[in-house]
């Protein structure tokens, strides 16, 4: 992949606040799980090593559009990633319920849609999401290592699983579908779906190939 995105790398590296040191931490914590190293995140990204080095420190603090490429290439979400910046960020052996108010959540726009992460960030056993969209088009299939299950509250959704026929969902339809699936979803008609997204955390995860 070219690097035709350049992010700027401070002249002086210092960590830019807790948030970026704590979505740094996350990124290389996720970077070392999936067994690569910066440059070959580097290559699977388009972005520079320097600032992939920079960032994962807390001393640059990546856009919007660095951080779709390297969730892409993390097999995470967006949204996971900004979650990791929550400064109510869970330790491991934070055993108290997280509560989330509808005003609360980590949020990303996606170029199919919106989603808004269900937990605050940290330690979870599965990662909960809320996904609006209307895109008559899938885009790219996703695939990652853990386990996905997908509800429709609203609308109808096509879903696309790798090879398989495409399956028309409705609202109370589900599907679940094993890590290394390929898969993507869009609206039929050009209306507005409404879905609850639910992946096994990247921690816990790791069924399929």
Not at 68 to 85: F, H, P
Request: charged share 25%.
């Amino acid at each position: 992949m070219p690097r035709d995105l350049v992010e700027p790398v401070p002249p002086h590296p210092r960590v830019v606040d807790d948030q970026a040191r704590r979505i740094g931490e996350h990124i290389r914590g996720l970077r070392r799980a999936r067994g690569l190293t910066l440059v070959q995140l580097a290559d699977r990204t388009g972005l520079s090593h320097p600032f992939l080095s920079q960032l994962e420190r807390g001393h640059s603090r990546a856009s919007m559009v660095s951080l779709e490429r390297i969730a892409v290439a993390l097999e995470t979400s967006q949204v996971e990633l900004l979650a990791a910046g929550d400064p109510q960020l869970r330790g491991p052996d934070d055993t108290r319920p997280d509560v989330l108010r509808s005003d609360e959540g980590a949020r990303g726009p996606f170029s199919q849609g919106e989603a808004r992460l269900l937990v605050h960030g940290g330690a979870h056993a599965f990662e909960p999401l809320e996904w609006r969209g209307a895109n008559t088009e899938p885009g790219e299939f996703y695939e990652h290592r853990e386990d996905e299950f997908l509800y429709v509250l609203s609308g109808a959704v096509r879903l696309d699983l790798g090879s398989d026929a495409p399956l028309l969902l409705g609202p109370g339809d589900s599907a679940y579908y094993r890590g290394g699936t390929p898969h993507r979803w869009c609206s039929p008609d050009g209306t507005a779906f409404h879905l609850i997204v639910v992946k096994e955390s990247p921690a816990r995860g790791g069924s399929g190939s």
